[in-house]
C-alpha cells in the first residue's frame, strides 16, 4: 500500500510529468499502455482488436483543464472520435472525465459540452462512458450522469469500490436504469471516504458485482483480478445468468493472457483505449494499480 500511495502521489506531480510527457524514453515505455498519440493510431489499435473478437472504447487523455477552450477542444476531439469510429465500422464508443470538459471551470458549460456528445453518440447509435475521478467529483458525476441519461440513453458512468458510499450509489444509478461499469479505484483517497485494505476493496467489488449481474443493466466488470473474475463467472453461471447480459472490461495492455483467455471462453470483453499527449497522470495510476506492471516497465529499463 504504502508503494501506491507514493505512486498515485507523483502521478500529480506537474514538474514530473512535464519531463516525463516529453522523454522520447518514457513515451517508448508508456506505448504498452497508451495506444499512440493521434487519434488514427488509435483507431488502428480499435480495428485490429476488433478482428480479435474484442470491442472498445476509446479515451482521450487529459484531465483538469485549465480554460473553456481547452474543454471545447476536448469536446470537439471527442466529436471527432465518434465519427472516426463509425467511419471505420467500430462501435462508436468513448470514455470521458468531466474535469476534462470544464467542470472545475463552469458547472453549465462542462454540462453542455457532455451533453453535446452524448446527444451526437444517441444520433449515431453510440455510447458515452463518464468516467469517475476522485471522490471530490462522485455526487457531482453521478448528477450530471443521471439527468444525461434520462434525457438521451446513450450515457451510463462508472462506480468505485473502494468507496463507502458505493453500495448506494449503485442501488440508485441501477434503479434509474444506467449502465455501470464496477471498478476499483485508482485515486489517493483518504479512510473517511475509502477502504484501505485489498481485502476490503475485493468484498465491496464482489458485492456489488453480484448486485450488478442480478440487476440485468447489461454491467461492465471493469477488473484484472483473477479471483474476481472467476467469482463473478461463478455467480453468473450459477444464477442463470448469460454471457451476452454483461461484459468483462479491461485497460489496453494490461493482462493480455488474460483477455485472451475470457475471449475463447466465450464472454464479452471490451478494452479501455487510451490515446494522446497527456498520457502522464493515466501511466502512474497504472503502475500503482498492478506489482506486475512495474516489474514489466523494469524489465524493458533493462533491456535498454
Same mark, same amino acid.
Given at each position: ?26 513515451? #517508448?515505455?508508456?506505448? %504498452?499502455?497508451? *495506444? ?5 493510431? $488509435?483507431?488502428?489499435?480499435? !480495428? =485490429? +482488436? ?110 468505485? #469500490?473502494?468507496?463507502? %458510499?458505493?453500495? *448506494? ?5 441501477? $434503479?434509474?436504469?444506467?449502465? !455501470? =461499469? +464496477? ?122
Amino acid at each position: 500500500m504504502p508503494l501506491r500511495r507514493t505512486l498515485l502521489y507523483l502521478s500529480r506531480h506537474p514538474a514530473l510529468r512535464g519531463w516525463t510527457e516529453t522523454s522520447p524514453l518514457a513515451r #517508448s515505455l508508456s506505448s %504498452r499502455f497508451v *495506444a499512440g498519440s493521434t487519434l488514427e493510431e $488509435a483507431i488502428a489499435v480499435c !480495428i =485490429r +482488436l476488433r478482428a480479435e473478437g474484442i470491442t472498445t472504447t476509446l479515451d482521450y487523455l487529459g484531465e483538469h483543464v485549465k480554460s473553456p477552450g481547452e474543454a471545447q477542444a476536448c469536446r470537439d476531439m471527442y466529436l471527432r472520435m465518434l465519427h472516426a469510429m463509425r467511419a471505420a465500422a467500430v462501435e462508436p464508443n468513448v470514455s470521458v472525465k468531466l474535469s476534462q470538459f470544464g467542470i472545475d471551470i463552469s458547472a453549465s458549460e462542462c454540462v453542455a459540452n457532455v451533453e453535446l456528445l452524448v446527444g451526437k453518440a444517441a444520433e449515431v447509435g453510440g455510447f458515452v462512458r463518464i468516467d469517475m475521478e476522485s471522490s471530490a467529483y462522485t455526487e457531482r458525476t453521478l448528477e450530471i450522469a443521471a439527468r444525461l441519461h434520462e434525457r438521451y440513453a446513450a450515457c451510463g458512468v462508472v462506480i468505485q #469500490s473502494y468507496l463507502y %458510499r458505493s453500495g *448506494a450509489d449503485v442501488a440508485k444509478a441501477t $434503479a434509474q436504469g444506467m449502465r !455501470i =461499469r +464496477l471498478c476499483k479505484g485508482a485515486y489517493l483517497e483518504s479512510s473517511s471516504v475509502a477502504y484501505e485494505t485489498k481485502a476490503q476493496v475485493d468484498h465491496s467489488y464482489a458485492t456489488l458485482a453480484g448486485y450488478l449481474l442480478s440487476a440485468d443493466r447489461y454491467p461492465a466488470i471493469a477488473t484484472h483480478d483473477e479471483r474476481i473474475i472467476q467469482t463473478v463467472r461463478r455467480f453468473a453461471d450459477r444464477h442463470g445468468i448469460g454471457r451476452d447480459r454483461f461484459e468483462f472490461q479491461m485497460l489496453y495492455g494490461i493482462r493480455r493472457d488474460l483477455q485472451k483467455q475470457l475471449v475463447d471462453a466465450g464472454y464479452r470483453l471490451r478494452l479501455y483505449v487510451p490515446f494522446g499527449e497527456a498520457w502522464y497522470p493515466y501511466f502512474m495510476r497504472r503502475l500503482a494499480e498492478r506489482p506486475a506492471n512495474l516489474l514489466f516497465l523494469a524489465r524493458n529499463l533493462l533491456k535498454r
